[in-house]
């Protein structure tokens, strides 16, 4: 998480993670990746899809562009968080040393 620090906000942005009638919601801020039950509304990304999708997303095995492009997810957001959380993503997946 240190190399993600300087992208993260202060304050808590939400994601709650929608998929098969279910839901998770997130707080991500320079403080860490907890889980949460009430969010700010107006600080909140939605991100939906099936959970194939979003266990894609949060593997790293797709990027969220990649299947925003390909309707496996849709994201209620600003283009900002969008591109903030398409960061976080890319950032966080493991380094692959065997390309």
């Not at 992208?7 to 919601?25: A, F, H, R, S, T």
């Not at 600080?43 to 562009?65: D, H, N, P």
């Not at 390909?70 to 994201?75: C, H, K, M």
Request: hydrophobic share 45%.
């Amino acid at each position: 998480m240190n190399m993600l620090t300087p992208i993260l906000p202060n304050d808590c942005l939400y994601i709650q993670l929608q998929w098969e009638g279910k839901q998770v919601l997130l707080c991500v801020s320079k403080e860490g990746i907890r889980r949460v039950e009430e969010a700010n509304v107006e600080q909140m990304i939605t991100i939906r899809g099936s959970a194939k999708a979003i266990m894609s997303l949060l593997e790293g095995s797709l990027k969220l562009q990649q299947q925003l492009r390909l309707n496996e997810l849709s994201v209620t957001a600003s283009f900002r968080h969008i591109l903030l959380l398409e960061s976080i993503f890319f950032l966080a997946k493991p380094y692959d040393l065997v390309h």
